[in-house]
């Protein structure tokens, strides 16, 4: 009896230390630029993302939650480009890859270099995002930009950009 109360206690306690703590938000912004013309922006202010301790990170939104400054872009961005009805998800799944140098305990900024797939257009593409994680008062954010080659996602869009520079900002809770 003695062996097994020890056995499950040490069970307890390496799940316990094995638990990781998990941040989300359902109101992280996406927006992106063209690298050519200022005036294709657009902002995505509904974006859902988890964030765990242990390095994992993603982020999920509907394309059509973008909004542009002038309703002829957005109209031709879903229709035209990035197809909307028929992809009407984007997705990043990654991992941070130095998680150690992360202290969610500790108020800082902390350099964190996210690797994973990036889901857009039903095309999953690995990308690299350098971004800062900072925690303040036990609030946790996460930042980053990188840039998307429209054509890497079979996104015909040469007539107004072949890349956009993304950009992201979460709040967590």
Request: glycine share 6%.
């Amino acid at each position: 009896m003695k062996k097994f109360l020890f056995i499950a206690l040490c069970s307890i306690a390496f799940t316990q230390t094995q638990a990781q703590k998990l941040y989300g938000t359902r109101n992280a912004k996406v927006s992106f630029i063209a690298t050519n013309d200022e005036d294709v922006k657009a902002v995505n202010n509904e974006v859902a993302s988890r964030l765990s301790d242990k390095g994992e990170i993603s982020f999920s939104l509907l394309i059509k939650g973008f909004k542009f400054e002038y309703a002829e872009m957005q109209e031709k961005f879903n229709n035209d480009y990035v197809e909307s009805n028929k992809f009407p998800r984007a997705e990043f799944k990654g991992t941070i890859s130095n998680i150690k140098d992360i202290n969610f305990t500790k108020d800082g900024s902390y350099k964190a270099v996210v690797k994973g797939n990036l889901t857009l257009h039903g095309v999953s593409k690995p990308v690299t995002v350098n971004g800062t994680i900072t925690v303040k008062a036990g609030k946790v954010s996460a930042t980053g930009k990188f840039p998307i080659v429209m054509k890497d996602h079979k996104i015909e869009a040469s007539a107004v950009t072949e890349k956009v520079n993304a950009e992201i900002n979460a709040v967590y809770q």
